[in-house]
């Protein structure tokens, strides 16, 4: 199973409205980062969050971090159609074979004009 | 601003083709990865390196392999393609520092690679 597991699957929201979704992953991590794809592109780089922090901010962007829940949540305030995407939330972590990035399935946001 | 460019957007191939898929990335960084994409799955590790001539193997490394002759350039191979393989492939670069292959990943645009 996937170390990132993200919640809802699918978001529709009216432009202007938030859009909160969330991650929860299973084993210890030293950071986890948020990306965004727009359909059939490649993925972009949104914000990283540490395991000694809570909270972190990004223009728009908000995300939290509770570690002893093992979860994360991305809040995209005051929504506009260009934050139509997916959104990933990935785990690192130090492993012997390797330290590397572990990708949910994301959530596939649409917002309306 | 950092650039990663894969060889192809699109691609479709036959049952039994060698294929290549390449990547370039004009910042400097050690560390390169492949991951694909299927809906669902999200993105799944198939190969990485962490310096030149250097490869490790990812979590679904069958029926891959990679080459990194130049800092820049990770290649990937699929010897003999199958139809499981069709998928989007994304290709990614970060920089070394003490989190290695902890850090932010760069991607490249992804190729869509059908395999009849």
């Known amino acids: 199973s996937q170390q990132g597991e993200e919640d809802p699957q699918a978001l529709s929201i009216q432009e202007g409205e938030n859009a909160t979704m969330n991650c929860s992953y299973k084993?210890?991590?030293?950071?986890l980062q948020w990306y965004r794809q727009n359909s059939g592109r490649g993925l972009v780089h949104l914000i990283l969050i540490r395991s000694n922090e809570r909270e972190k901010h990004s223009g728009r962007l908000r995300v939290t971090l509770d570690t002893s829940k093992k979860s994360s949540s991305l809040l995209i305030t005051a929504s506009r159609a260009a934050d139509t995407a997916s959104y990933f939330c990935a785990t690192a972590a130090i492993k012997a074979a390797g330290n590397k990035l572990t990708f949910g399935g994301g959530t596939r946001v649409l917002v309306k004009p | 601003d950092v650039k990663v460019t894969q060889s192809s957007r699109y691609l479709v191939k036959r049952t039994g083709e060698k294929v290549f898929l390449e990547c370039v990335q004009d910042?400097?960084?050690?560390?390169m990865f492949w991951y694909r994409q299927d809906p669902g799955l999200g993105l799944r590790l198939i190969y990485f390196s962490y310096d030149v001539k250097m490869k490790e193997k990812g979590d679904i490394p069958e029926g891959y392999s990679v080459s990194r002759e130049k800092k820049e350039r990770f290649s990937l191979i699929l010897e003999s393609a199958s139809t499981n393989q069709t998928s989007m492939y994304l290709c990614?670069?970060?920089?070394?520092?003490?989190?290695?292959?902890?850090?932010?990943?760069?991607f490249g645009p992804g190729t869509r690679l059908l395999v009849l």
């Open positions: 910042m400097d960084h050690e560390n």
């Open positions: 084993t210890s991590i030293n950071n």
């Open positions: 990614a670069s970060s920089p070394q520092g003490w989190d290695r292959g902890l850090g932010t990943q760069y």
